[in-house]
């Protein structure tokens, strides 16, 4: 394949292969979907797009913004989504996120649902009443009442408590793994430990686990071919099982003695009597849906930046204490949910641009995670960067993902499990990306894993 080489003015390493699809040195694919992104009217430039996110052309869509454009506007006529604002810096983000009073998480808080543009504040108040809500969605002080209750599943006792259970499911999980076969990873390793995990924090059973993965995946994409459900109709059945059967769960755990697991928890929270269904359904999703696809394309985004980068494939293999600053690098580099949105309750200034009262803004986590002004050659993927842990793939402020140790966690164990196993696992071909502007990742990705002599 032809390469051309893009040169950033900044650029101090030279051992760089290949990152993401996008990087120092470009093919002629990628620098012909660049120009094309530039030769763009600013003000159509939709960051919510699906279309730009499989191919990685929503790189160069924030890259061009964080230059010309850090807070833009989409009006509806350039977006499906309605009119959204777009934070595409690393310091507006962190302000947003941080200011929850100015910026409120009370409603919707992606950009995947549609919102019409005819309605009013008034309408879309109601709107949210009526629907589910849950402690990703709540402002001060309900969030902290609902967050409080579930915390101590994920606090360092219980995941103290959960290392060695997760260190065997690995090691297992990689000892059935067929060898000098080509398999999908992300059906084999990063869904089967994760669903593993999630079936533990909701007491589930465990030979049913693919069920909880199931669910959230029909939570997350919308129905179609190929889909976790082909049509709506077969979504609304899918949502009322998951329902019906969180219903029963928590019903039991309301009678039984209290334990560590997320529905128990609720259940015997000292705020249990005001926590009403909505809420109820709506933290049983968060929960579900958080810790799952997230993680997952994590671990597959490991494997897969690992492939693309020898120098720090070896430098891993060279000295295995790097495990935990490469898992940080992934989670940075992959940044597996693009964006939170938020609405503002009044008029907000930022970075010179007056946002609005109840307009809803997205703070692009992913753009923020490249940002030049904070992060040096943000665009690669260096494993032993000096401060690691600097990105913000878990948000920030009150609703910073509470799942974040857990997360590292699986992370660190399923490689030191790797690292113990196998000097050698090779990606075949390009992985299969989400169609999504919300969650990126990997549908699937092919590898074997060489026979040893
Ligand atoms: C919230 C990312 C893993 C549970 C969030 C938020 C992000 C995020 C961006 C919203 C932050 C904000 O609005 O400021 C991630 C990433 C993960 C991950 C990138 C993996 C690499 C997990 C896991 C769990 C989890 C394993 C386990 C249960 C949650 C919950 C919230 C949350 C419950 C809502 C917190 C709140 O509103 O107070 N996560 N997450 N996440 N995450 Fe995670």
């Known amino acids: 394949m032809i390469k051309l080489h893009f040169r950033r003015n900044d650029l101090e390493e030279t ?11 470009l093919t002629a694919e990628q620098a012909e979907a660049r120009e094309r992104i530039y030769a763009l009217p600013l003000e159509s430039l939709d960051p919510a797009n699906e279309a730009h996110y499989p191919s990685g052309d929503i790189h160069w869509v924030f890259e061009r913004l964080r230059a010309e454009d850090p807070v833009h506007f989409t009006a509806a006529e350039h977006s499906e989504y309605g009119h959204y604002w777009s934070l595409t810096k690393w310091d507006d983000i962190r302000a947003a996120d941080t200011n929850p009073k100015d910026f409120s998480a009370n409603g919707i808080i992606t950009l995947a649902r549609p919102v019409p543009e005819s309605m009013t504040e008034e309408e879309m108040e109601a709107q949210r009443r009526q629907g589910i809500t849950s402690l990703l969605s709540m402002d001060p002080p309900d969030h902290e009442i609902h967050r409080g209750a579930v915390s101590e599943a994920v606090a360092p006792a219980n995941l103290a408590a959960m290392e060695p259970l997760i260190r065997e499911r690995a090691g297992a999980i990689l000892d059935g793994l067929p060898i000098g076969q080509e398999f999908d990873w992300v059906d084999k390793v990063s869904i089967e430990l994760t669903a593993m995990t999630l079936a533990t924090l909701f007491d589930y059973p465990q030979e049913q686990r693919r069920k909880l993965t199931w669910w959230s995946d029909v939570i ?3 129905p179609g071919p190929g889909r976790a459900v082909e049509n709506q109709e077969d979504r609304v059945v899918a949502m009322n099982e998951f329902f019906d059967t969180f219903n029963d769960m928590f019903t039991r755990r309301q009678s039984e003695e209290p334990r560590v697991d997320f529905l128990s928890l609720l259940a015997h929270s000292p705020h249990a009597t005001d926590f009403t269904d909505r809420e109820l359904f709506g933290d049983g999703i968060v929960l579900l849906v958080g810790g ?8 597959t985004g490991s494997v897969y930046a690992l492939s693309k980068n020898p120098t720090e494939n070896a430098k ?10 490469m898992v940080s690098e992934t989670i940075r580099w992959q940044t597996p949910l693009t964006h939170m949105t938020r609405r503002t309750t009044r008029d907000v200034e930022i970075n010179g641009k007056i946002i609005p009262k109840g307009d809803r803004v997205a703070m692009w986590y992913v753009s923020g995670n490249r940002d030049e002004d904070k992060i040096q050659n943000a665009a690669s993927y260096i494993i032993d960067r000096k401060n690691p842990r600097q990105h913000l793939s878990f948000g920030f402020g009150i609703h910073r993902c509470l799942g974040n140790k857990l997360a590292e966690l699986q992370l660190r164990i399923i490689w030191e499990e790797m690292l113990a196993r196998f000097p050698e696992i090779n990606v075949i071909g390009e992985p299969v990306r989400s169609h999504s502007s919300f969650i990126k990742g990997y549908e699937s990705m092919t590898v074997v894993i060489p026979r040893r002599n």
């Open 15 to 25: 051992n760089m292969t290949i990152t993401d699809s996008h990087d120092a040195a």
């Open 220 to 222: 997350t994409s919308a």
């Open 292 to 299: 799952n696809d997230t993680t997952r394309n994590t671990i």
């Open 316 to 325: 891993l293999r060279a000295n295995p204490a790097l495990i935990p600053s």
